[in-house]
C-alpha cells in the first residue's frame, strides 16, 4: 500500500525567508503527489500536484514543490514565507487499488508558522 | 460549479442520537470520499465510492456508522446512536482522477460535537 509521512509536526520559519516542508512517500509504480493546505476552520485546499514530467512542480500562492524519485521525497518550498501562509500542510498519495479505483492517502500535517 | 458542499457545517448532538451529515459532490466527480479529522487520529479515510457504490469501507469505525451514496450527486454519512468520542470534524471530498485532474476537492467539513 502507499503511504506518506510528513516527519515535522511544525515548522517555523520568519517572514521573507525561504520554507520547506518535507514529505516522504512509499509507493509501488509511478506515484501521483498532492500538496494540500488547511486554514482554521477551513476544508483542505489544492495546492499542487505531481503526475509526470518536470520534478520542479509550480502551484498556488507561490508554493512549489520538488519531487526527488531517488529519495522518495516530495518536499515543498517557497522562496519568500508570507504570515499568512501560517497554516496546516497535507502531503498526500493517490492509491490505486485492485478494483480499479483510487483513494487518497494523507500524511498527519505538518503546521507552518511564519513569525513576523 | 459551488464546489463540494456539505451540511450541516456545524452539528451539536446530545450522545445517543442519530445524526446525518450530507455531502453534494463536484457535478461530473465519480468518486466520493469521507474522512474524518481529529487531533489525535489526524485525517482518516472512512469510506469511499466510485459510480455510487461503496467500494471500500474499512475504515468505518463501527457499526454505528453508515454511508450511502443513493445518485451521483447525494451522499450521507450517518452516525447511529451517536457517542461523545464521535466529536470531530468530517469532510468529504470527490474526483474525478482520470486525464490530468487527479485531485480530490473537499468540502468546508462538518464539525460534530457529541456531548
Known amino acids: 500500500a502507499q503511504s506518506v509521512a510528513q516527519p515535522e509536526d511544525q515548522v517555523n520559519v520568519a517572514e521573507g525567508n525561504p520554507l520547506t516542508v518535507k514529505c516522504t512517500y512509499s509507493v509501488s509504480g509511478n506515484p501521483y503527489l498532492f500538496w494540500y493546505v488547511q486554514y482554521p476552520n477551513r476544508g483542505l485546499q489544492f495546492l499542487l500536484k505531481y503526475i509526470t514530467g518536470d520534478n520542479l512542480v509550480k502551484g498556488s500562492y507561490g508554493f512549489e514543490a520538488e519531487f526527488n524519485k531517488s529519495q522518495t521525497s516530495f518536499h515543498l518550498k517557497k522562496p519568500s514565507a508570507l504570515v499568512s501562509d501560517s497554516a496546516l500542510y497535507f502531503c498526500?498519495?493517490?492509491?490505486?487499488?485492485?478494483?480499479?479505483?483510487?483513494?487518497?492517502?494523507f500524511g498527519t500535517g505538518t503546521r507552518l508558522k511564519v513569525l513576523a | 460549479d459551488a464546489g463540494v458542499i456539505q451540511s450541516p457545517r456545524h452539528e451539536v448532538t446530545e450522545m445517543g442520537q442519530e445524526v446525518t451529515l450530507r455531502c453534494k459532490p463536484i457535478s461530473g466527480h465519480n468518486s466520493l470520499f469521507w474522512y474524518r479529522q481529529t487531533m489525535m487520529r489526524g485525517l482518516e479515510l472512512l469510506i469511499y465510492?466510485?459510480?455510487?457504490?461503496?467500494?471500500?469501507d474499512s475504515g468505518m469505525p463501527e457499526d454505528r456508522f453508515s454511508a450511502k451514496m443513493p445518485n451521483a450527486s447525494f451522499s450521507t454519512l450517518k452516525i447511529q446512536p451517536s457517542e461523545p468520542r464521535d466529536s470531530a470534524v468530517y469532510f468529504c471530498a470527490s474526483s474525478y482522477p482520470y486525464g490530468g485532474s487527479a485531485e480530490a476537492f473537499f468540502g468546508q467539513g462538518t464539525r460534530l460535537t457529541v456531548v
Open positions: 465510492f466510485n459510480n455510487n457504490v461503496p467500494i471500500d
Open positions: 498526500a498519495v493517490r492509491d490505486s487499488t485492485t478494483s480499479g479505483t483510487y483513494k487518497y492517502i
